[in-house]
């Protein structure tokens, strides 16, 4: 009985730790593209929908433990470029054309390759400049709000210490708590506790497709789909690539209407389904992904009351708590946009581009950075082309450095 219940049980966790741990990252950034609150509670559910639907389609279909998660670098790449020319109904066409890329490189090989193709430095520097100004609204929420913010930081730091996926739930409950104290009056008007969805139709501008959809694109391959291979492949499964970016990218397409900007395969999460603390027999592990879906769809119904809860703080507060969940997530980028000596300078570039938020012709810093990054290693691949290269000082073998997927 117990080796039954072992992966529902790790699914449930995967579930908890997988919504708690990010939700306000997305609310946060649908609201900063210009949702209003009903929107961004119908987003919340329509992604948390999404993700447990193909978790199951996937497990059930290819009987492997292939979690499904929203796009957490894609929703703060919301806030990093907030506002759109066009406002919501531009950003909810950016989700759809975005959805739309996600299944054409499912489709057609040649388009996951080219996203591959994106040197690994400069992607990783885009990603890290996204993540930089979220990761650090702790330490602004210290010195705005200190009463409300140094439980949740310290809460944080503890549970980082001696049980580390339930670091974020366990801030989000300390900022829970500090919150219920400290308000006083009724509740937010106008928003439905009861799961709702509130449809926009799309619309397209040239901007919000180039500073949106194709950044938002990008990073959702290059920091999710990409990372969730790697973890699967880690714990020896080799999984249909292809099918999962079909199945997620029709998926966000859909639900694009609804608010709901990407989902993915999960690269945080993947191990606790994919890992031997899920069953072990890895044959059985693909109940926990299955789980795990089930549990997201179930607390996306829970939307309402999330975005009410997110009303009822400072934005400072809430962007602290999204701010500690991307922390390992920054980590991770920028020791991969650093790693290699060549490609150094062009992440730097890449790096500060993005995290200055600048926005020109109406798009955001992100593609910017993108462009600038790799201008950045065409030009100095130019400059060295016929020279020799210099026989390194340091032999290959101390030289090389590894490392891990996120996750």
Known sequence: MAGRLQPVLAGVVTALVGFASSFTVVLAGLRAVGADDAQAASGLLAVSVAAG??????????????AIAWSTPGAALLVATGPVPGGWPAAVGAFLVAGLLITAAGLVPVLGRAVAAIPAPV??????GVLLPLCTAPVRALVETPRLAAPVVLAWLLLHRFARRWAVPGALA?????????TSGPGPDGLDLAPTVVFTPPAWTLPAVVGLALPLFLVTMAAQNVPGMAVLAGY??????????????LASAVGAPAGGHAVNLA??????????????DPERRWIASVTAGVGLALLGLGAGAATTLVLLSPPILVEAVAGLALLGALAGAVSAAVAAPEGREAAVVTFVVTASGVSLLGVG???????????????????????????????????????????
Not at 53 to 66: D, K
Not at 267 to 280: E, K, Q, S, V, Y
């Open 53 to 66: 639907l193909c978790a199951v389609w996937l497990g059930l279909r290819h009987r492997l433990p292939m």
């Open 123 to 128: 992607a990783a520097a885009m990603l890290a």
């Open 174 to 182: 300390a900022a829970a708590v500090a919150i219920a104290l400290t």
């Open 236 to 249: 020896g499964y080799r999984a249909p690539l292809g099918s999962a970016l079909r199945v997620t990218g």
């Open 267 to 280: 690269a945080i999460t993947a191990a606790l389904a994919a890992g031997p603390d899920a069953h072990p």
């Open 365 to 407: 810093g992100a593609f910017w950075g993108l462009v600038a990054g790799c201008g950045m290693l065409l030009l100095f691949r130019r400059r060295g082309a016929g020279r020799a290269e210099p026989t390194p000082e340091v032999p290959p073998q101390r030289a090389r450095t590894t490392s891990t997927p996120a996750g």
